[in-house]
């Protein structure tokens, strides 16, 4: 079987440094807030571009506690509305309900899975403060465009770069253009702890401070609590190990972009929607991380059954969009979304991990091929 993502042969080759980086922590004395904290965060806010990051326990909260910073900050309030791609996982619109905003759903564009410009425009009311940006499967929304339009209305800009560390478009990477951006490092995604760990980066210094104190009991100083704030912190023995990884992490974006070009050159498949044209180049390449290779199939199901037969692991990011979930039975408000539902109808994901090598993706190729 080709699985879908093995992280065990994933973490094995750098196996030697997680082992000595663990070991550093234990014998350190320090588990929390500590050098390895302070060193993670200087060398991811350097990779993506910024000035400030700021760990802590999980891609959720990094959303989660951004949106609440602001609330403190004055700069949202209970029931502003913020716009938000209808097809993304489901942890965007819980950051944003539970803070008592607003979420719009916004249908994506067919072609990219991501909100642009216009689609974000058509959907601005009055009482939009916010946007949500989720650069989908790894490829960066069109960021120019969108902060263009953000700048125009005064919106914030929150980008949810879980799934796309180090995608870049017009030069600057993901987590460089909102004025702040929350990441994963949940084990699966690009860049992955060996937990649960996360992140937020901004370049401003105010919402920083404030998303440090809201994430640490609402303290800035310790025992002096301005904020009702909540335990959400990175810790020395995640950040280690993260380190370690980001080292890698460009090497194994650049295979995941090998794989999805022979993906994209070898399927031949004309009922299957895939999420990037042949002929393109690795440089074309760069605004997509490939966190996922997502294709579209009206036969989706038979398609996996197919595959499975022929030992290719796939999975479908996600089987059910946020507003049909029950958790959310009771909004009718958030809409009925047409493209969406048919979307999570169609999608199916194609193992993609940088340890794949060239005969499996053949494999995986020839299998899809052999789809009648
Ligand atoms: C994984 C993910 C999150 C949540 O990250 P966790 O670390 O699992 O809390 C948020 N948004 C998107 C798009 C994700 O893929």
């Given at each position: 079987m080709i699985p879908f993502l093995d992280l065990k042969s994933l973490n094995a080759q750098c196996r030697a440094e997680l082992i000595d980086a663990a070991t550093k922590v234990i014998d350190?004395?320090?588990?929390?807030?500590?050098p390895q904290v302070r060193a993670f965060e200087e060398s991811f806010a350097a990779y993506c571009g910024v000035q400030h990051c700021i760990g802590v326990a999980n891609g959720l909260d990094a959303l989660t506690l951004t949106l609440r910073a602001w609330k403190e900050l004055g700069l949202l309030k209970d029931g502003d509305e913020v716009i938000v791609?209808?097809?993304?996982?489901i942890a965007s619109i819980l950051a944003i309900t539970e803070n008592r905003l607003k979420p719009l759903l916004v249908e994506p564009v067919e072609t990219t899975y991501n909100l642009d410009a216009a689609s974000i425009a058509a959907a601005l009311t009055p009482a939009t403060k916010a946007i949500l940006v989720v650069h989908l499967y790894g490829r960066i929304a069109p960021m120019a465009q969108i902060m263009a339009l953000a700048n125009q209305h005064q919106l914030l800009v929150l980008e949810d770069s879980a799934q796309s560390h180090g995608a870049m478009t017009d030069g600057k990477r993901?987590?460089?253009?909102?004025h702040a951006s929350g990441f994963s490092?949940?084990?699966?995604?690009?860049?992955?702890?060996?937990g649960d760990a996360g992140a937020v980066t901004t370049n401003d210094a105010t919402l920083a401070n404030t998303i440090r104190a809201l994430g640490n009991?609402?303290?800035?100083?310790?025992?002096?609590?301005?904020?009702?704030?909540?335990?959400?912190r990175l810790d020395e023995m995640q950040a280690a190990l993260l380190s370690v990884r980001l080292k890698y992490l460009d090497s194994q974006t650049h295979r995941r972009r090998e794989i999805a070009l022979q993906y994209a050159e070898g399927i031949r498949q004309p009922e299957l929607v895939q999420p990037i044209a042949a002929g393109l180049s690795l440089t074309d390449l760069r605004n997509h991380a490939f966190h996922l290779y997502v294709v579209r199939s009206a036969r989706r199901a038979e398609l996996q059954q197919h595959l499975n037969e022929q030992g290719v692991q796939t999975i479908i990011h996600y089987p059910i969009p946020p507003h049909a979930q029950k958790a959310y039975m009771s909004w009718s408000c958030l809409g009925h979304l047409p493209l969406t539902e048919r979307i999570h109808e169609e999608v199916l994901s194609l193992p993609i991990s940088p340890v794949m090598s060239d005969d499996q993706v053949q494999d995986v190729i020839s299998a899809v091929n052999s789809f009648a």
């Open positions: 350190s004395g320090y588990y929390i807030q500590g791609p209808a097809n993304t996982y993901a987590g460089a253009w909102g490092f949940y084990p699966g995604k690009n860049l992955g702890a060996l009991y609402g303290s800035h100083k310790k025992y002096e609590n301005d904020y009702q704030g909540v335990n959400s």
